[in-house]
């Protein structure tokens, strides 16, 4: 039954993703909602990265598409088939507040795969949720979206300023199974207060949580929260919340797995952090199930004057690419926080 999904989801993203044309030249195919996109974004943006597939490994640029204009749409699109035919997850990275993000993702084809997962979607919310899904048989309604945040109090959620209509709408679309992938908020909390103290031994030997990341992964994790703390917070007080940024991603590690478990693939849709190799929901699955085949995808805006792709790619300690493949986007708004804190 487990290998009938995966040949049925490898035929629907073929479908969907727009497959190579049997009778025409390897660089054509027809060019299916996410393509338009990116083509769109090239048409609007003024910057040469925007719309375009950046391959973080070449050993992944495909042979048939070498030549191609789009060899990084046309590489990705292979591996996404290979990850999703193998049982293995899918992760798509984004930056919360960048509505074209989103916009991309729910042109994914929810369809194509067994089950999705989200990060904003708490465990505490899990049983309101299956209970919802259960409710509609995964037969989409007009009203589905509206009942699927009453049902897991999506306004009350701290999400609810993002723009996740579109991802969330074409879930319900999908008919798939998804799942809550975080941990509840008090959990969180109460991690980020007392660090390793707050979780019992077995359920961080469980998680993976006793497996030390590296010296070098946990300067960078306390790095990246000073900077995002506005450099407010001095770092030797971060300890606790550095851990809380493990549990997170050993959390939704634990959420792709079970999901595996249960449909046989998966996707999974979090932040970008969450995505990365060396120390995020990817570490953790190789730490438990390392014959378990991920694929990581951050979404990444242009920078003014930063035209060099490889100039974005996140790096490990190593130097080695900590993602897959990097899909550059027009910038969005965006609030200066840090700019608020430093008038006050």
């Given at each position: 039954?487990?290998?009938?999904?995966?040949?049925?989801?490898?035929?629907?993203?073929?479908?969907?993703?727009?497959?190579?044309?049997?009778?025409?030249?390897?660089?054509?195919?027809?060019?299916?909602?996410?393509?338009?996109?990116?083509?769109?974004?090239?048409?609007?943006?003024?910057?040469?990265?925007?719309?375009?597939?950046?391959?973080?490994?070449?050993?992944?640029?495909?042979?048939?598409?070498?030549?191609?204009?789009?060899?990084?749409?046309?590489?990705?699109?292979?591996?996404?088939?290979?990850?999703?035919?193998?049982?293995?997850?899918?992760?798509?990275?984004?930056?919360?507040?960048?509505?074209?993000?989103?916009?991309?993702?729910?042109r994914v084809g929810f369809a194509s795969y067994a089950?999705?997962?989200?990060?904003?979607?708490?465990?505490?919310?899990?049983?309101?949720?299956?209970?919802?899904?259960?409710?509609?048989?995964?037969?989409?309604?007009?009203?589905?979206?509206?009942?699927?945040?009453?049902?897991?109090?999506?306004?009350?959620?701290?999400?609810?300023?993002?723009?996740?209509?579109?991802?969330?709408?074409?879930?319900?679309?999908?008919?798939?199974?998804?799942?809550?992938?975080?941990?509840?908020?008090?959990?969180?909390?109460?991690?980020?207060?007392?660090?390793?103290?707050?979780?019992?031994d077995e359920e961080k030997a469980r998680l993976k949580?006793?497996?030390?990341?590296?010296?070098?992964?946990?300067?960078?994790?306390?790095?990246?929260?000073?900077?995002?703390?506005?450099?407010?917070?001095?770092?030797?007080?971060?300890?606790?919340?550095?851990?809380?940024?493990?549990?997170?991603?050993?959390?939704?590690?634990?959420?792709?797995?079970?999901?595996?478990?249960?449909?046989?693939?998966?996707?999974?849709?979090?932040?970008?952090?969450?995505?990365?190799?060396?120390?995020?929901?990817?570490?953790?699955?190789?730490?438990?199930?390392?014959?378990?085949?991920?694929?990581?995808?951050?979404?990444?805006?242009?920078?003014?004057?930063?035209?060099?792709?490889?100039?974005?790619?996140?790096?490990?300690?190593?130097?080695?690419?900590?993602?897959?493949?990097?899909?550059?986007?027009?910038?969005?708004?965006?609030?200066?926080?840090?700019?608020?804190?430093?008038?006050?």
């Open positions: 039954m487990r290998a009938l999904k995966r040949l049925s989801a490898f035929v629907v993203a073929a479908v969907l993703a727009g497959a190579v044309c049997a009778s025409a030249s390897a660089c054509e195919f027809q060019r299916g909602p996410i393509i338009k996109l990116l083509e769109e974004w090239r048409k609007t943006c003024n910057h040469p990265l925007c719309g375009r597939i950046h391959i973080a490994e070449s050993w992944r640029l495909k042979d048939h598409a070498k030549n191609c204009e789009e060899k990084g749409w046309m590489s990705m699109r292979e591996d996404v088939r290979a990850t999703i035919v193998a049982g293995g997850a899918v992760l798509f990275g984004e930056q919360h507040d960048n509505p074209l993000h989103h916009e991309l993702r729910s089950s999705a997962v989200f990060e904003q979607i708490p465990a505490d919310k899990a049983a309101a949720l299956d209970e919802f899904l259960a409710s509609t048989k995964l037969n989409y309604k007009s009203d589905a979206l509206e009942r699927l945040k009453a049902a897991i109090d999506w306004d009350k959620s701290g999400w609810k300023e993002y723009a996740y209509d579109p991802l969330l709408t074409a879930a319900l679309k999908g008919q798939v199974p998804f799942y809550a992938g975080d941990a509840d908020r008090d959990t969180i909390k109460k991690v980020a207060k007392e660090g390793p103290s707050a979780l019992p949580l006793d497996v030390a990341l590296g010296d070098k992964a946990d300067a960078a994790v306390l790095d990246q929260l000073f900077e995002s703390h506005c450099k407010q917070m001095p770092r030797e007080t971060l300890g606790s919340m550095a851990f809380a940024q493990r549990y997170r991603d050993a959390v939704l590690a634990d959420a792709v797995l079970k999901a595996i478990e249960k449909r046989g693939s998966t996707l999974l849709i979090a932040g970008n952090e969450h995505v990365r190799k060396d120390r995020g929901v990817p570490w953790y699955i190789r730490q438990r199930a390392p014959e378990k085949k991920t694929l990581s995808i951050m979404m990444l805006e242009v920078e003014d004057g930063k035209t060099d792709p490889e100039a974005y790619v996140p790096r490990d300690e190593e130097g080695k690419p900590a993602v897959d493949y990097v899909i550059f986007t027009p910038r969005a708004p965006h609030t200066d926080h840090c700019a608020k804190v430093e008038k006050n």
